[in-house]
């Protein structure tokens, strides 16, 4: 990446790979991968989920300087579970349920039941947005061309 | 003037129901559904999305099926909802050469590491009405080959280890934010960016071809168009470090100028860049050039009188809800204003007949 990333410890580094595959995630399959837990520990909101905006920067020329392209739509809370652990949810658009997902699995893989989660949701996750970009790349790759250049007539 | 009037409740309500009626349109056919529009009509959405100036896709649909697919209407509608937003923070700057590239084209190399892929394109269709759409039907699969994840380079990176054109400054300064702050001239590179990238696509696109037909005169190659998806990070402060929060499909054009070289400069490369929303090519192609002619000051060559050349013609006149909202306003009631230069212009007729009338009793008299 552009800016030098601050080294990041690896509990770090896990938790914002996590949190990327919870923002991109498909808030239907989720939810279906949340509510397959079984019971979810209680929790308290310390923020309730507010939609807002992240203003996406672009760089001119590709590699220069920032500027301001348009804002993105940005779900975002906080809750700490009932057993002290923080979860944050960040998603993309303006699902507050899904935000509550993202925060519930953020929390949980802080716990005693990381291993589990990462299993039963993250993986699946992981998965299902890897099987896109692949499916994508697979039809971008069947239109690559090969052009000629022809010699033009000397008249 | 617009002065305010009073009354007219009853009408308004009414004219708004049947809006919605006539929205609705003939009951026997099948509602369009949001969804609908977001995925076949995409490149509306994407229009929406990048002059709205606010990347969701489903609210773009939303906007265009409530103004009937008047998308200038519905830029209007999702820019007042960009408002309503609270701002989280923002982006790093999006590393474009990350891009999970769904169509990448150079014009200006053959052969270029990462090849040439034309993706989802109109390029080399006839522009033949297609029947077979105005009945269903079951869609052949598109063909799959084998698929690169590595990330494709950028062309210019190429030119650039020549040393053939002109670098980009990697600096991380804070840019300007034409929604924070009013747009005040002469703007720097950064704002000029914003504006064009929220600009009108046809306002752009016609900027950009008098550009090419030597209003201003450069002659712009496409040294790279690339559409794909790029992730989003943001710094959380609750954490400490970015996290990526979305990815957003983007367009990005980069074009190449040949260029003589002036007192400040020598003779290389220039470059103008495009970036936008979704799969939005012509409007990334038009800011690029439009960018490139807008930097003529800097690059130190001659500014003509074309309009393209003319920052304050250009970036105050680029944005269609401004140009909307002052044009569309002269249709509602200015009763009062018009009322007062009718006064004028009889009296100014009635000065004149008292003129002449004069005269000619001084020259009768005579």
Redesign the interface.
Known sequence: ???P??S?TPE?AA??TW??LL??SDAAQLAGLVGAQGALPAFDWLRRP?????????????????????????T?C?LRLATGEVG?G?????DKVQAEHAALVDALMQGPRADEVRDTVLDPLEAAQTEI?????????????????MVRGED | MYVAVKGGERAIDNAHAWLAEERRGDTSVAELTVPQIREQLALAVNRV??EG????P??AALAIKQSRGDLIEAIFLIRAY?TT??????????????M????RVSATF?DVPG???????FDYTHRLLDFKLMAEGELPA????????EPTP?V??FLNKEGLIQG????????????REPLELPAN???R??AL??GDEGFILSMAYSTQRGYGNSHAFVGELRIG?V????E?P??G????????E?T?C?TVNKFAGSKVEPPQFT?G?G?T?GQTERKAISMALVDRSLRSKELGVEVSNSPAHDEEFVLYHCDNIQATGFLEHIKLPHYVDFQSEMELVRKMRAEIAEAEAGSSVKEAAE
């Open positions: 990446m552009g800016k990333q601050r990041l770090q938790r914002q949190m990327g923002a991109k507010e939609i807002g905006g992240v203003m996406v920067r672009g760089r001119m020329g590709g590699s220069g300087a920032p500027f301001n392209l348009g804002e993105m739509t940005v975002r906080s944050h960040y998603v993309q658009g303006r970009r692949t499916a994508r790349a697979a039809k971008a790759a069947a239109t690559k061309v090969d052009f000629f250049t | 999305m990048t100036s606010l990347y969701d489903d609210l960009r937003l609270p701002r989280i923070g923002h982006s790093e700057p999006v590393e474009t050469d990350t999970a590239c769904d169509r053959k090849g040439q892929v034309l993706g989802p394109t598109a063909a799959e080959g084998e698929p690169r994840l950028h210019t990176s980009e400054e990697h600096a991380e300064v804070m840019p300007p934010d034409l929604t590179r950064a704002l960016l914003q990238t929220r998806k992730a989003v990070e943001m959380v609750e954490l470090f970015a996290i990526e929060v979305g990815e957003v983007l990005e980069e470059r860049y970036l929303f």
